[in-house]
């Protein structure tokens, strides 16, 4: 069976290789692109941009999510808290927003600029309950870092 970090390596390198010339956008679609025809596990897979009180919905990949959600969920927390967000249950984390009710566990990443602000989260769901893990974490990170740590916003 093919492992995890297989997987996360070979989005890594695809992605990776395909970064240059691309802007912020177009890296996005890159990126959900790759990782939900990729990844089994994944359900949905997006970009949210923190615009004040809310976060608004950028590329994405999987049924149709809330185009503008409160800064309060899972999304929030991590943009807020500047860290990764891993929720084995989505019904037992406080706060949490139901896009779409068969979403069962969630990750969410800021995404750095060359600054250190975050100027967007990476969000994923999955069926499963459990399904994200510190291997999830250490590809996502590393994948966003190689595609948005040299951004510099105009
Ligand atoms: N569950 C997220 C909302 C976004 S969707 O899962 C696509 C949250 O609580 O912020």
Same mark, same amino acid.
């Given at each position: ?93 406080? /706060? ?5 009710? @068969?979403?069962?566990? +969630?990750?969410? =990443?800021? %995404?750095?600029? $060359? &600054? ?13 309950? /459990? ?5 999830? @974490?250490?590809?996502? +990170?590393?994948? =966003?870092? %190689?595609?948005? $740590? &040299?951004?510099?916003?105009?």
């Amino acid at each position: 069976m093919v492992s995890k970090s297989e997987i996360y390596e070979e989005c890594f390198r695809e992605i990776s290789g395909k970064l240059k010339d691309l802007d912020l956008h177009d890296r996005m679609e890159l990126i959900c692109e790759a990782l939900k025809e990729k990844v089994p596990y994944y359900f949905w897979v997006g970009f949210y941009f923190p615009k004040g009180e809310f976060l608004e919905l950028g590329p994405s990949r999987g049924p149709p999510a809330c185009a503008r959600i409160a800064a309060t969920g899972v999304c929030g927390r991590a943009a807020k808290e500047k860290r990764t967000i891993i929720v084995p249950d989505v019904r037992v984390f406080p /706060g949490h927003i139901v896009c779409d009710p @068969r979403s069962k566990s +969630e990750i969410a =990443l800021p %995404v750095f600029d $060359s &600054q250190g602000n975050v100027i967007a989260v990476l969000d994923v769901d999955s069926e499963e309950l /459990g399904s994200f893990d510190e291997t999830d @974490r250490e590809w996502l +990170e590393k994948i =966003l870092h %190689v595609a948005f $740590s &040299q951004y510099e916003k105009e």
